[in-house]
């Protein structure tokens, strides 16, 4: 917490003082007690003192004094907010080898379970877009803040032929190009979601995709999902489809992206969780005058109702 003008501050020593002044003026209090009375006839005439209470009312209205200089200095602290124009595009692999068993039930199911709660979890201010991946990429759902569009075109996809990694990097940029009629020459602050299991067989390459957004200042993060013993059916025959793990850190580390590997439905939602915490946000100072004195005022508040309730008089 930083300060506007922390002169101010130095009325904490008033406080300091008037704390003081309290506890010198309770001990004279009570010797001045003991010195007219002894202690057994003091017990036996003096009616029962109220204990801690009798200090409450003080201490409080001693506190609101502390807590509004604390607002006079006018405090500001550092607020965690989304950015303007924060976009996400979810690029997910609906290749056939999505279809490998070794995540239970299988690493599509899981996959779009996953991303669907992603996208819900996002702050709804994001633009959330989503691409999908075979042979070719497609904008599915593009970019926009009706994150239930995006939701909608996860649950629908269908898994298909060969793998396009470059092509989904690329066609994520188009979409974030497109958002609104500024982004062409203004591009929003962006983050490419891509989760893939296999490697790049179709389309152009990973190096080009990889050059095109770090040319455009988009980092893509990327999630390796699945394990390096699974296989598919493919008439009658057991097809291994491994991670290719490597290409696709090579993709993260190019563009300044994040890269992670899954390999079980409690990683993936791990993942996702880290994701949608550190995606589209910026740090503002904001000044919180306002809520520090509330709180004195409430300090204050609470000192008189409590003065009022126990003595019926004002502290």
Known sequence: ????????????????????????????????????ATLPMLEKVAPKRPGWRRHAPAFAFLAAIVVLTIAIARPVTDVRVPRERAT?????????????????????????E????????????????????????????????????????IEQLTLSDSTAIGEAVLTSLQAVRSLDSQAAEDLPPARIVLLSDGSNTSGRSIDEA??????????????AYGTPDGTID???????????????????????????????????????????????????????TNLVAGIALAAALLAGLASLLWFSRLP
Do not use: C
């Open 114 to 153: 996953a991303a669907t709660q992603f996208v819900r979890d996002l702050p709804e201010q994001f633009n959330v877009g989503l691409v999908s991946f075979a042979r070719t990429a497609t904008v599915v759902a593009p970019p926009s803040t009706n994150h239930q569009a995006a939701v909608d075109a």
């Open 1 to 36: 917490m930083r300060f506007e003008q922390p002169l101010w501050l130095w009325l904490l020593l008033v406080a300091a003082a008037l704390v003081v002044a309290y506890v010198v003026a309770q001990r004279r209090r009570s010797q001045y007690a003991v010195r007219f």
């Open 234 to 288: 493919l008439e009658g025959r057991s097809i291994p489809v491994p991670v290719d793990a490597g290409s696709l850190q090579g993709l993260a580390e190019a563009t300044s992206g994040s890269f992670y590997a899954a390999e079980s439905n409690e990683e993936l939602r791990d993942v996702y969780s880290d994701l949608q915490s550190s995606i589209g946000w910026t740090t503002e100072e904001r000044e919180i």
């Open 210 to 223: 990889a050059q095109e957004a770090t040319t455009a200042g988009v980092p893509v993060s990327t999630i």
């Open 88 to 112: 996400v595009v979810v690029a997910m692999d609906i290749s056939n080898s999505m279809a490998a068993t070794d995540v239970a039930p299988d690493r599509f199911s899981v996959a779009k």
